[in-house]
Structure formats: C-alpha cells, structure tokens
C-alpha cells in the first residue's frame, strides 16, 4: 500500500511558478512509476508529465518546456515545477505512482492561474 501527499497548490498570477510536491510512504518508491495528471472543471483528467523509476522523463505537449517533473527517492517524493504558468493551466493537480498491477493517487492540490 502507498499513501501519496499532493502539496504546493495555490493561487499564482499568469506567468508566474509553483512547485508541486507528492510525498509517499513506504520503502520502495524507488521501483514506482510517477505521474502528475490534472483534471479543469468539466474536463477530462490529462495527463501532465510521468516520470519512470530509472528517471526517464514524458511530457504532455502542452506543458513541455515550462514544466519539469523530478524525483528524490531518498525522500520518497516527486515534484513539479511549474513556470510561465497560464490560466488554461488551472486544474486539480494528482500524482500517481503504478507498478505492475498496482496504482495508487493522491487527493490532489488545487493549482489556479490568475489572468
């Protein structure tokens, strides 16, 4: 069983950089694959940026280049940095971690973009 944490959410003008933090409990975070997706009101749930246990790195285009998704295994968290955000950005922003058959999700962190 994993427990995932979503923080770092809040109100940012346009433009402006948030981090993201998912903290997760239990000894293998290592092997996990993570994940951002955010869902808008409306919408449906997008995937934003994963991130593979050896690091490898996979972007939504609408995001690339503005957001990078990093893990610290020693801290059992992954992050998203979040800059030149934009009001289409605004969204509840979850992490996932999946293994094989396995897949966990935080309650998400409410990221909302001021024009």
């Known amino acids: 069983q994993v427990r995932l944490v979503e923080s770092g959410g809040g109100l940012v003008q346009t433009g402006g950089s948030l981090r993201l933090s998912c903290a997760a409990s239990?000894?293998?975070?290592?092997?996990?694959?993570m994940a951002w997706y955010r869902q808008a009101p409306g919408k449906q749930r997008e995937l934003v940026a994963s991130i593979s246990g050896g690091s490898s790195t996979n972007y939504a285009d609408s995001v690339k280049g503005r957001f990078t998704i990093s893990r610290d295994n020693a801290k059992n968290t992954v992050y998203l940095q979040m800059n030149s955000l934009k009001p289409g950005d605004t969204a509840v922003y979850c992490c996932c971690a999946r293994f094989d058959s396995q897949e966990y999700w935080g309650q998400g962190t409410q990221v909302t973009v001021s024009s």
């Open positions: 239990g000894r293998t975070f290592s092997i996990y694959a």
